[in-house]
């Protein structure tokens, strides 16, 4: 048992705790700093070990300041004299990472009877704020801004003229010593004149641009974020109530303009995750969709609704928008796995409790393979769609060098390193997407496995109905968590076999002679191939395909200036030597463009003569010439004749 895993089950024992001071004795351990700056020692942060928080925490804020994006805030917080520790959330659930933005925290002042009351940041961690509370006080006010973001250089975009998104974790205080589950908050929420809002809260008023709701745990209330809009439009996606809605706020109203034959994929993704999972646990579910190229992007889970955006005309440019239709299925099969089932050692007791991440290959790993999956059952993707996808997944990780000193089991720490921190060579130094997409092929196969050994009469459909639905927890919301050995007792339950085995060889797998877990595919029926020529629905569903030369020169071409970028570690232009920053100029004697250089790499094949470029980067110039005779390469899946089409089975919509 993990330390952490320690600490979650403690805090699950809270609920039977009776009720408890305002604030806890500083008497625990904690973090101590000499006197050496001329400032006291920093008092011990109070570990979770309290149920319930006396009092209701008053939460009002205010987001009309669209042109100067500020959010304000003000909070009324019972309490008792004393010593008295707030936090501002660090490990922000569904980032995997210590990224709560605590830089974009301004002009905290806190007063008692109208008296400012001083604080002081803890000198070891700076999201703890300590300050003594005046003898004969019963409440504090506390007032400050999120200072939100013009650009998306550091932080997303979260406010524009006519949407926001309202991350209400990223703009609140809490006292230390209490499980989020204890602390009561009652919260409001001004808005521009005119604007609507898609939330999962309960709503007790809404006048005049100020939305009143029920008071909610902690907990729910940073698992319940806000999208609203001038441009707003809320819609029944679920077939067999009025449960699950797609609220979608949009830089223009004409984008809100989603078609009967749309909104029918939407409905039958609720339906085939029906009859995956088996039931809900969920009251009511609301997909926050923002359409828009103003706002920052994002896909986040919650228990009972999702943060989205695509581009503002994607469903009335929906032929363009194939390769990014997974993203609300992910979101929604997240209510299931990573909310009400989620790794033990996430279930943290609140949100400056440290996370660790073992399991994210099943938390984001599987949830991105039954993504795909609901989206091809749904029809948001057709079976060739999702086909497609499934081979440039493939064909990126046969071809990722990354594996020979990295595994899968260590890139599941990589938000911990720096939350989706880019870096300039990601073939070889694996990251965040690893443990998705690498992960959802180890499920692939794991699914194609099962249905080989049992003469394909059972599936990994039967693991998600038993594991994310068990009868014992039905009509219970509260989240469960999961352990490694937990995942291989189910899937034994399904299909014995030595899942152990199976998983630690695929996670742990490192080295000169590490390969992809692609066993899936033939077993599914299918081999991963390359061709020339892209087809129609290939240059559909990969928008950028012409700019695609990953798998024959060892790069990608991006923007006006034909920037070199995802330099493949080990490939051509890696031996050439060249790395980040190039851009592009020539291609023999031609200025360069995607075309020009397919042009030159099909001109070159089989012959001897290398494709000589001209790059620039600042005010050095280099030529360079190619060694590359084997033309372009752009994965395809092949169906293998004879064998049965297992892939076609896991895509095919359930009737049950």
């Given amino acids: 048992m993990s330390r952490l895993f320690a600490t979650a089950c403690a805090a699950a024992l809270l609920i039977s705790v009776g009720a408890v001071s305002a604030q806890t004795p500083q008497t625990g351990p904690g973090p101590t700093t000499p006197d050496i700056g001329g400032f006291p020692d920093s008092p011990p942060i109070p570990a979770p070990s309290q149920a319930t928080y006396p009092g209701t925490i008053g939460y009002e804020v205010d987001a009309t300041d669209l042109d100067r994006r500020i959010v304000s805030v003000r909070q009324t917080i019972p309490v008792q004299p004393g010593p008295l520790t707030l936090l501002y959330p660090k490990y922000l659930p569904g980032n995997h990472a210590d990224s709560g933005p605590i830089q974009l925290l301004a002009g905290l002042t806190i007063t008692a009877d109208g008296r ?29 801004q999120w200072l939100t973001q013009s650009d998306n250089a550091n932080w997303r975009v979260v406010m524009t003229p006519s949407m926001m998104n309202l991350q209400f974790e990223k703009a609140l205080l809490y006292p230390a010593g209490y499980a989020a589950t204890g602390i009561t908050f ?18 007790a008023s809404f006048e ?10 902690l907990y729910t209330l940073v698992d319940s974020p806000m999208f609203a809009g001038a441009h707003y439009r809320r819609i029944d996606i679920d077939p067999t109530g009025e449960d699950v809605h797609l609220n979608i706020v949009a830089d223009e109203a004409d984008n809100l303009a989603p078609t009967a034959e749309q909104l029918g994929h939407y409905e039958a993704m609720v ?56 993203l609300l299925p992910h979101e929604y099969a997240h209510s299931w796995n990573g909310k009400f089932r989620r790794p033990a050692d996430e279930l ?11 399991l994210l290959w099943v938390y984001e790993g599987q949830t991105e393979y039954w993504g795909d999956v609901l989206s091809a059952r749904s029809g948001l993707h057709t079976k060739a769609q999702a086909l497609i996808l499934l081979a440039d997944r493939a064909a990126f990780y046969q071809n990722q060098p990354g594996r020979q000193w990295r595994n899968l089991q260590d890139a599941n720490n990589h938000n911990l390193l720096g939350y989706r921190v880019p870096g300039q060579w990601t073939s070889w130094m694996r990251g965040t997407s690893d443990y998705y997409d690498e992960a959802a092929l180890i499920w692939l196969d794991a699914d194609t496995l099962i249905r080989e ?23 219970d919301w509260s989240p469960h968590g999961y352990t490694f050995a937990d995942v291989v007792a189910a899937l034994n339950a399904v299909a014995p076999h030595d899942w152990a085995t199976f998983l630690r060889d695929r996670l742990d797998a490192v080295g000169p002679d590490a390969t992809a877990p692609l066993d899936g595919l033939a077993r599914g029926g299918y081999r991963l191939t390359y061709v020339e020529e892209p087809n129609a629905d290939e240059k559909a569903v990969h928008s950028n395909w012409g700019s695609d030369f990953r798998y024959s020169l060892g790069f990608s071409l991006s923007g006006p200036n ?56 600042g005010t050095r110039i280099r030529t360079l010439d190619l060694p590359w005779t084997e033309g372009l390469r752009y994965p395809r899946l092949e169906r293998v004749e004879g064998t049965r089409d297992r892939i076609g089975d896991i895509m095919t919509a359930r009737r049950r």
């Fill in 116 to 144: 400012r009351v001083e604080w002081r940041r803890d000198a070891v961690d700076p999201y703890a704020f300590h300050l003594d509370v005046p003898a004969g006080t019963t409440q504090i006010e506390a007032a400050f």
């Fill in 186 to 203: 009652a919260p409001s929420v001004r808005l521009p004149q005119g604007w609507q809002y898609g939330v999962a809260l309960e709503t």
């Fill in 208 to 217: 005049n641009g100020l939305a009143t709701f029920a008071p909610v745990s």
């Fill in 271 to 326: 339906t085939q995750a029906d009859r995956l999972f088996g039931s809900r646990h969920y009251d009511r579910y609301e997909f926050l969709l923002g359409l828009t190229n103003q706002m920052g992007g994002i896909g986040l889970e919650h228990h009972r609704s999702s943060e989205n955006t695509h581009a503002p005309d994607f469903f009335t440019a929906w032929g363009k928008s194939a390769g990014s239709r997974a």
């Fill in 348 to 358: 943290t007791a609140n949100y400056n409790v440290p996370t660790e991440n073992s």
């Fill in 453 to 475: 050994r049992t003469n394909d009469r059972r599936s990994l459909d039967d693991f998600a109905r038993a594991f994310f639905s068990p009868e014992s927890t039905d009509g």
């Fill in 562 to 617: 034909q920037r070199i970028t995802a330099i493949q570690w080990g490939g051509p232009a890696y031996a050439a030597g060249i790395g980040a920053g190039w851009d592009l100029i020539a291609v023999g004697d031609q200025a360069a463009t995607p075309e020009v250089l397919r042009d030159a790499v099909t001109a070159a094949k089989d012959g001897t003569t290398p494709i000589r470029l001209t790059l620039k980067s």
